[in-house]
């Protein structure tokens, strides 16, 4: 009888699936800790984050994300306000070639509820996607109030707000969010770069910040 070979699918390791805050939390604990990149905007990193966290906001982590899949070696652990950004960021090192990346489930939110030891309060802001509500929210009232108490054609502003939050759903983008962040409430003492988060990241993960 003619021997036959069995070949076998390799199966998923997970490696991609969400980390559970207590999942990290006995990382954080061991000798085993993976690389945290928070990709919120500095702020909010200062705001709270989970300690020994490397800020790289999430339009930073998009240009410069070839770079960064060169260089970028074992666990990395993406963390956000609630996991939307995380799940952005992941796309992007994904398309670069990254396969080691997962998401904290629930984001710091989650983290600070169920393993508050892991985390750190600084001076407080508003997360960005909170102050994104606040002013859309306010210049559609003030769209639909003109339009009743001065002229109909301020209710176009309305409309216009409704229009670009269709836009920033659809491409996955939000340029109000970006203009926020150049406000003065949202500025920190000095904005992170690639290469200052290459040189603050532990040698042993063998990286080194790119010349020229």
Same mark, same amino acid.
């Given at each position: 009888?003619?021997?036959?070979?069995?070949?076998?699918?390799? &199966?998923?390791?997970?490696?991609?699936?969400?980390?559970?805050?207590?999942?990290? /939390?006995?990382?954080?604990?061991?000798?085993?800790?993976?690389? @945290?990149?928070?990709?919120?905007?500095?702020?909010?990193?200062?705001? @709270?984050?989970?300690?020994?966290?490397?800020?790289?906001?999430?339009?930073?982590?998009?240009?410069?994300?070839? &770079?960064?899949?060169?260089?970028? &070696?074992?666990?990395?652990?993406?963390?956000?306000?609630?996991?939307?950004?995380?799940?952005?960021?992941?796309?992007? @090192?994904? /398309?670069?070639?990254? #396969?080691?990346?997962?998401?904290?489930?629930?984001?710091?939110?989650?983290?600070?509820?169920?393993?508050?030891?892991?985390?750190?309060?600084?001076?407080?802001?508003?997360?960005? #996607?909170?102050?994104?509500?606040?002013?859309?929210?306010? @210049?559609?009232?003030?769209?639909?109030?003109?339009?009743?108490?001065?002229?109909?054609?301020?209710?176009?502003? /309305?409309?216009? +707000?409704?229009?670009?939050?269709?836009?920033?759903?659809?491409?996955?983008?939000?340029?109000?969010?970006?203009?926020?962040? %150049?406000?003065?409430?949202?500025?920190?003492?000095?904005?992170?770069?690639?290469? %200052?988060?290459?040189?603050?990241?532990?040698?042993?993960?063998? +990286?080194? /910040?790119?010349?020229?």
């Amino acid at each position: 009888m003619a021997n036959t070979t069995t070949t076998t699918t390799p &199966t998923t390791t997970g490696a991609a699936l969400p980390m559970s805050p207590t999942e990290l /939390a006995e990382k954080l604990r061991s000798q085993d800790t993976p690389l @945290l990149v928070d990709v919120r905007t500095p702020a909010e990193h200062e705001s @709270l984050r989970v300690p020994g966290s490397h800020n790289v906001p999430l339009d930073l982590l998009q240009k410069n994300k070839e &770079t960064l899949a060169e260089q970028f &070696t074992g666990e990395i652990v993406l963390i956000c306000q609630t996991g939307n950004r995380a799940n952005q960021a992941l796309q992007h @090192l994904r /398309a670069a070639g990254v #396969d080691t990346a997962r998401v904290l489930e629930g984001g710091v939110v989650a983290m600070e509820a169920q393993h508050s030891q892991h985390t750190h309060r600084g001076q407080q802001r508003w997360a960005m #996607d909170r102050q994104v509500r606040m002013v859309a929210g306010s @210049l559609v009232l003030t769209g639909f109030l003109g339009s009743k108490l001065i002229s109909p054609k301020v209710g176009y502003l /309305a409309g216009a +707000i409704g229009a670009g939050l269709t836009f920033s759903a659809l491409t996955d983008s939000c340029a109000m969010a970006a203009a926020l962040n %150049k406000m003065p409430w949202n500025k920190v003492e000095a904005d992170p770069t690639v290469e %200052k988060l290459l040189a603050e990241i532990p040698r042993s993960t063998q +990286i080194q /910040a790119p010349r020229g």
